[in-house]
């Protein structure tokens, strides 16, 4: 079996927990990086940066991985999402070219998809010293290294509004831009809070699109009877808005 590469020193230990276990899964898979790729749909890049930390997977991603070894998803996904509550952020590296298999919608300028591996201060040199996990393959000779940052946490507010028969929560005034499940910024605060006034409980409006914000969205499109895929466009947000 090949060996994985030591993660990062600085990340987050709930990232750290998350990342362990969904390696543990790919090696009882025992496949390869594009066999697990051609079985979940998930491009082979896409696997990569999940499992040295870099990015976040979906919770379909997980969900696909543990089907295939026959674990318990809700396990992993309770990882997932504390994984997903790290409170700090690393600026998004270049997409690749051949990135992704899966389809994404595109997102507003403004928001940004989440980046998953942070570095949190004080727990880095503990973290570091407790991780031996070896390398899966080596590092290409022409890869960019990775730039990580503290981003404090942002909090956001709900402050309600009615313009022109139209809510507003006092953190984006969007009505198209497309959201879904990793995404952070305003605008996922905004949509927060609007589910929260529509009866849709997201949990907190803290501007990340984690499972409970996913659930709260699915809810709402049901009961406005629109298609039901737990992302956020323009008809999503005319029925919060209204």
Request: hydrophobic share 40%; charged share 20%.
């Amino acid at each position: 079996m090949a060996r994985w590469r030591p993660l990062p020193a600085g990340l987050d230990p709930a990232v750290v927990r998350f990342v362990v276990q969904l390696r543990k899964l790919k090696d009882d898979s025992g496949l390869s990086l594009p066999r697990l790729a051609a079985k979940t749909g998930y491009s082979a890049s896409s696997w990569e940066r999940y499992f040295v930390g870099k990015t976040l997977p979906p919770a379909a991603a997980v969900e696909a991985l543990a089907a295939l070894v026959g674990a318990d998803p809700v396990r992993i996904e309770v990882l997932r999402e504390a994984a997903s509550r790290a409170p700090v952020d690393q600026q998004p590296d270049e997409q690749a070219a051949d990135e992704p298999a899966e389809p994404r919608p595109a997102a507003s300028s403004r928001t940004r998809r989440l980046g998953r591996t942070a570095l949190t201060a004080g727990a880095g040199a503990v973290v570091g010293a407790a991780i031996t996990l070896l390398v899966l393959s080596p590092e290409p000779a022409n890869a960019k290294p990775q730039a990580l940052v503290v981003k404090p946490r942002t909090v956001y507010t709900c402050t309600y509004t009615q313009r022109d028969g139209r809510w507003y929560a006092g953190n984006s005034t969007t009505t198209s831009d497309i959201l879904e499940v990793d995404m952070w910024g305003p605008e996922v605060a905004e949509l927060q809070c609007l589910l929260q006034h529509a009866g849709f409980s997201p949990g907190a409006a803290d501007g990340n699109f984690g499972p409970l914000t996913e659930t709260a969205v699915i809810d709402a499109q049901k009961a406005h009877h629109l298609d039901v895929d737990g992302q956020v466009g323009p008809q999503t947000w005319a029925a919060l808005r209204g």
